[in-house]
């Protein structure tokens, strides 16, 4: 059972910078993308952004230009740096890894706020 642990969330003022890690209880080349996800109450999960394996990362219009993100194959990690953070960036953040089968980490809680 593959367990994703992330860290790095908190609370931050407009303009701010966070980075988020998520650690893998195995071996992040096995998976063939990892990404990040955001959720607000009473809204669905969405994509913020995601890497596969080669290191092509896509990422949604609102980050874009933002957010990066990258995988280091050997501590087993997957980050996301956060620059020029907006108060609509706040969410629980999570991480997400997909083999044959998806996984999710517990989440990390980003709250932009003067």
């Known amino acids: 059972q593959v367990q994703l642990v992330e860290s790095g969330g908190g609370l931050v003022q407009p303009g701010g910078s966070l980075r988020l890690s998520c650690a893998a209880s195995?071996?992040?080349?096995?998976?063939?993308?990892m990404g990040w996800f955001r959720q607000t109450p009473g809204n669905e999960r969405e994509l913020v952004a995601r890497?596969?394996?080669?290191?092509?990362?896509t990422y949604a219009d609102s980050v874009k230009g933002r957010f990066t993100i990258s995988r280091d194959n050997a501590k087993n990690t997957m980050n996301l740096q956060m620059n020029s953070l907006k108060p609509e960036d706040t969410a629980v953040y999570y991480c997400?890894?997909?083999?044959?089968?998806?996984?999710w980490g517990q989440g990390t809680q980003v709250t932009v706020s003067s």
């Open positions: 890497i596969t394996s080669g290191d092509i990362a």
């Open positions: 997400n890894a997909f083999t044959y089968t998806t996984y």
């Open positions: 195995q071996s992040i080349s096995n998976f063939y993308t």
